[in-house]
Nanobody, 123 residues
């Protein structure tokens, strides 16, 4: 599975950004996709995930502001981020996993395929 993120950039606080992740390869077995982020000097954080049946999960920091969605026809994952704050500044990574069992953070973070990331800077 290959994942390519796009849509990052610089935005003012309170603004919005939509990230995209194009998936290719052997994606028929993917059960869950999601977004992580990591800022310099911090630990990687799971932001949101969407299961194959459409169920979504969000980190507390993302609830009410971010929305994860997917277009299965286009094989693309999205993360709509509204009300951005400076603390949202990070490199955002798309992840996909064929694993089941355990938390979405574990399945994606430890057992998933990853993209190269896209930078989001909020000032």
């Amino acid at each position: 599975v290959q994942l390519v993120e796009s849509g990052g950039g610089s935005v003012q606080a309170g603004g919005s950004v939509r990230l995209s992740c194009a998936a290719s390869g052997d994606i028929d077995m993917v059960l869950c996709m999601g977004w992580f982020r990591q800022a310099p000097g911090t630990e990687r954080e799971g932001v949101a995930a969407i299961e194959d049946d459409g169920r979504t999960n969000y980190a507390d920091s993302a609830k009410g502001r971010f929305t994860i969605s997917q277009d299965k026809v286009k094989n693309t994952l999205y993360l709509q981020m509204n009300g951005l704050k400076p603390e949202d500044t990070a490199r955002y990574y798309c992840a996909a996993t064929e694993a089941y069992g355990g938390s979405w953070q574990e399945r994606l973070g430890d057992l998933g395929f990853w993209g190269q990331g896209t930078q989001v800077t909020v000032s």
